[in-house]
């Protein structure tokens, strides 16, 4: 009936399985990391740089 199942009566099969699907999850969580990290460094420098804009801005309009 279920012929496509297959479920090993040796659990020492299920070990390969198991250590991708471990190395998947931290290979993941550490690409989660990264890209965090870079997503916090530009909106540090997109902050900077609408500040500098905000200060140009306001120049200018002192200087009318």
């Not at 020492?12 to 198991?18: C, H, K, N």
């Not at 990290?37 to 009318?64: C, V």
Request: charge should be negative; glycine fraction near 0%.
């Amino acid at each position: 009936m279920m012929e496509f199942l297959y479920f090993p009566q040796d659990r020492t099969e299920y070990l390969p399985a198991a250590i991708i699907l471990i190395l998947v999850i931290l290979a993941t969580v550490v690409a989660f990391y990264l890209i965090r990290k870079q997503s916090m460094k530009q909106e540090e420098k997109l902050k900077e740089f609408e500040s500098k804009i905000m200060r140009e801005l306001d120049k200018n309009d002192a200087e009318r």
